[in-house]
């Protein structure tokens, strides 16, 4: 289709960093205002009403990206996320560790971009490490354990829901209720449910944009959407060899995200320098960090890559490491909150800063 837009000096890639800037723009602002992150929703003490965000904007994206596919505009048979030949011991350990990593570094990779574009030094501190370790991971030290672990393969017979009795319809319409029907039984507020839905409305405009928009047989790019891991990992190349390699649609995602966060932040009087207050936290979110790097790989996405973009293509693959990274965070919070009540009694220690 971008063959017949007429661009005579742009091609689909460039086209789709600027889509990326564009859409991460959206995104950036829309996170800052209505503080988006899954963590808050599971473990947060506002943790009902961020939940409802969240799963406002997994309703609406889920609908919106199955519309997608009813009428043809993209299809996921080819996708990373539907691989029959499930790299399930990846899946399950990435899923585990993403989700322990979020909790220790309190907050999620896509609400800790809105955070550091807010000034929040421990927030970009983890995001830097989490680059980091996510490209080790995908091209460096760390990629021949990455490799001996997803050789642990399951062939399953059925890569997607839809495959499933019921099909899509069937599928997409329990994702969507049910997601929704939390989300109005523990309504947020109107503003911020607005805000969830224009997020969720991103996610199908992603597969779209990258998929039907700027699909071009001669110059073609992935299909993608919102996701955190990767193109942090491809920022960060792109930040030191630039002139070696070319901008892509994640690295202008995270840009659009960081500019969009910061003007938000600085619009709304929210904008502040922060920093962390001791060693010892410093430590945990560093761990956090480097969990959710090497994690998010394994699992093929963080909370909005794997979760809020995955799900809606009714991945299998994709509602595992969601499932494994709200079991991992809920286990972790547990054993930090057991931790902290068996150590209350002996000896008084500052309460760590949260990242949210």
């Not at 209350?344 to 990242?355: D, L, N, Y």
Request: aromatic letters at 8%; charged letters at 10%; proline letters at 4%.
């Amino acid at each position: 289709m971008f063959a017949d837009l007429g661009f005579e000096s742009l091609t689909a890639p460039q086209a789709a960093v600027w889509f990326g800037l564009a859409l991460g723009l959206a995104f950036g602002a829309l996170a800052q205002v209505t503080a988006f992150c899954l963590r808050r929703g599971l473990v947060g003490e506002d943790r009902r009403g961020a939940l409802a965000v969240w799963l406002a904007a997994l309703a609406v994206a889920t609908l919106g990206t199955q519309i997608a596919v009813a009428r043809g505009w993209v299809a996921f048979d080819d996708h990373r996320l539907m691989t029959g030949n499930l790299p399930i011991a990846a899946i399950l350990l990435g899923g585990l560790l993403f989700g322990a990593g979020m909790v220790l570094a309190r907050g999620c990779v896509a609400r800790l971009t809105v955070l550091g574009a807010g000034g929040n030094l421990r927030a970009l501190t983890v995001v830097t490490l989490f680059a980091v370790t996510a490209h080790a991971t995908l091209k460096g030290i760390l990629s021949p354990l990455r490799t001996s672990i997803g050789s642990l393969t399951l062939d399953l017979p059925s890569a997607s829901l839809a495959t499933l009795p019921g099909g899509a319809a069937l599928w997409t319409g329990l994702i969507a209720a049910s997601a929704a029907a939390f989300a109005l039984r523990h309504r947020p507020g109107r503003g911020l449910l607005a805000g969830a839905v224009a997020i969720g409305a991103l996610v199908p405009l992603g597969w779209v944009g990258t998929g039907l928009v700027l699909f071009d047989d001669f110059d073609p790019i992935a299909l993608e959407s919102l996701s955190f891991t990767a193109p942090w990992a491809d920022s960060l190349f792109f930040t030191v060899a630039s002139t070696a390699i070319p901008a892509n649609f994640g690295i202008g995602l995270i840009g659009g995200t960081l500019v969009g966060a910061a003007l938000l932040a600085a619009l709304r009087g929210q904008f502040r320098w922060q920093s962390f207050t001791s060693p010892r936290e410093t430590g945990r979110y560093l761990a956090g960090a480097v969990l959710m790097g090497f994690g998010g790989v394994l699992a093929g996405g963080c909370t909005v890559g794997a979760g809020l973009a995955g799900i809606p293509t009714l991945s299998v693959a994709a509602l595992l490491a969601l499932l494994a990274m709200i079991g991992g965070a809920l286990a972790t919070d547990r054993i930090l909150s057991a931790t902290s009540s068996g150590s209350a009694g002996s000896s008084p220690r500052p309460q760590a800063i949260p990242a949210e």
